[in-house]
């Protein structure tokens, strides 16, 4: 689960309020930090239930086009539109990242989203494992036939002790499996890079 860190940019005292929007909490106006300890994986089968959970489909626009992995994401989720910077925390791990988020409405989404950029589309489910609650992004258009899991901790401890589920499949670099650097891609421009990177034993 992410970690508030600070938050501001309010328009007037009384808008500060808390409301959970997708894993973001909206605070009164605009701007959430947020660190995150997480872990994907690639699904080699999908679970059987999974259509029975809730899902969106979610349209990301990573900028700029220029970057081999940018960290700079405009993103729709039904009527629900975010900016968002994502870095890594430690130059020895994928798994902390630090997020910025802004919360934008339907004007300001309109005038960024056709930025250039590289773009993904996929369905994201809120999926639970063995009690525990992750997301599972089946990917969509040119990378069809990814599907990625995704789970959030709150300490590297708890990260370290997790077992992953049976049908999921550990990946040595994450990167590879990571939205900054999926878009703009296809499953076969991909393919050999995650092949390589399945973790063995």
């Not at 973001?24 to 300890?37: A, N, S």
């Not at 059987?48 to 081999?68: A, C, G, M, Q, W």
């Amino acid at each position: 689960m992410g970690v508030i860190k600070e938050a501001h940019d309010f328009s007037h005292e009384e808008d500060f309020t808390l409301m959970k929007v997708g894993k973001f909490f909206k605070l009164g106006f605009y701007k959430v930090f947020m660190d995150e300890i997480e872990k994907r994986y690639l699904v080699k089968d999908v679970p059987e239930d999974l259509d029975e959970y809730p899902s969106e489909i979610l349209e990301d626009n990573y900028i700029p086009p220029t970057s081999r992995h940018p960290i700079i994401r405009i993103r729709r989720i039904g009527n629900k539109y975010f900016i968002t910077k994502k870095k890594l925390l430690r130059e020895d791990s994928k798994n902390f990242a630090k997020e910025e988020t802004i919360i934008l409405d339907k004007d300001e989404y309109n005038y960024l989203k056709d930025i250039p950029g590289k773009k993904l589309r996929k369905k994201r489910y809120q999926y639970k494992w063995n009690g525990r609650d992750c997301e599972v992004d089946v990917y969509e258009d040119d990378l069809k036939g990814l599907v990625i899991m995704d789970f959030e901790f709150d300490s590297e401890e708890e990260m370290i002790d997790f077992k992953k589920p049976d049908f999921c499949i550990e990946i040595i670099d994450e990167e590879c499996i990571a939205g900054g650097y999926l878009c703009g891609k296809s499953f076969e421009d991909v393919r050999e890079i995650i092949e390589e990177n399945i973790k063995v034993g």
